[in-house]
């Protein structure tokens, strides 16, 4: 595709409620990121992949955030028992090789999440 | 003391200005350094990204890079309205993780 792709664009969840967020990367990227970001903050990096390999997730809050991508291609976060602490935007990027020091990451225009 | 620090802002230049953003980094590990522009709602979008010590310049936008002092910087000549928007320093430390670890970002406002 011509870019990263997110949906939905916009999710309200109630406080307790279970959400998925889909990441479609640019085709071909072998590395996808997810990131966090809230409001007037930078992005608070979650996870990586490599392929379908999940190499870092030392960003996950909590164990109630869970990525997969199953296929090296599409990538899924899940937030499972929502909290109003987990109202943010959430960005998806992806890279064209494996992440090191020539990477660029392209981002996708990101979900907002909103948990009343 | 945050990994990456930026002044938040806001910086208000006049229009046809130099704009000069600043951004010090505490990891002296640190590889790579990538400068992003984020509008209001948007997603970030990239800038100019730089390795070496020294400038690089592309078009209006030339990025300064001292890994001594730890600190790069991002140059807008000839600052225009549509440059307002919030500028985010990132910076890859490849040999540890493969994280992008970000500032909170500086507000430009460019005024006509």
């Known amino acids: 595709g011509a870019g990263v792709s997110q949906s939905p664009r916009y999710k309200v969840a109630k406080r307790g409620q279970d959400v998925a967020l889909r990441c479609d990367p640019i085709s071909g990227h072998v590395s996808l990121f997810w990131y966090q970001q809230a409001l007037g903050q930078g992005p608070e990096f979650l996870t990586y992949?490599?392929?379908?390999?999940?190499?870092?997730k030392s960003g996950l809050p909590s164990d109630r955030f869970f990525a997969e991508r199953p296929e090296g291609s599409v990538s899924t976060l899940k937030i499972q028992r929502t909290q109003q602490e987990d109202s943010a935007v959430y960005l998806c990027a992806s890279s064209l090789g494996p992440a090191g020091a020539t990477d660029t990451q392209y981002f996708g225009p990101g979900t907002r999440l909103t948990v009343l | 003391q945050k990994e990456v620090e930026q002044n938040s802002g806001p910086l208000s230049v006049p229009e046809g200005a130099i704009a000069s953003l600043n951004c010090t980094y505490s990891?002296?590990?640190?590889?790579?350094f990538f400068w992003y522009r984020q509008y209001s709602g948007k997603s970030p979008e990239l800038i100019m990204f730089?390795?070496s010590n020294g400038d690089k310049e592309d078009g209006r936008f030339t990025a300064q890079l001292n890994k001594a002092s730890q600190y790069v910087s991002l140059l807008i000549r000839d600052s225009q309205p549509s440059d307002s928007a919030t500028y985010l320093c990132a910076v890859n430390n490849a040999g540890n993780n493969r994280k992008l670890i970000w500032g909170l970002g500086t507000s430009l406002a460019v005024n006509p």
């Open positions: 992949f490599q392929n379908e390999a999940q190499l870092d």
């Open positions: 990891d002296r590990g640190s590889q790579s």
């Open positions: 730089i390795y």
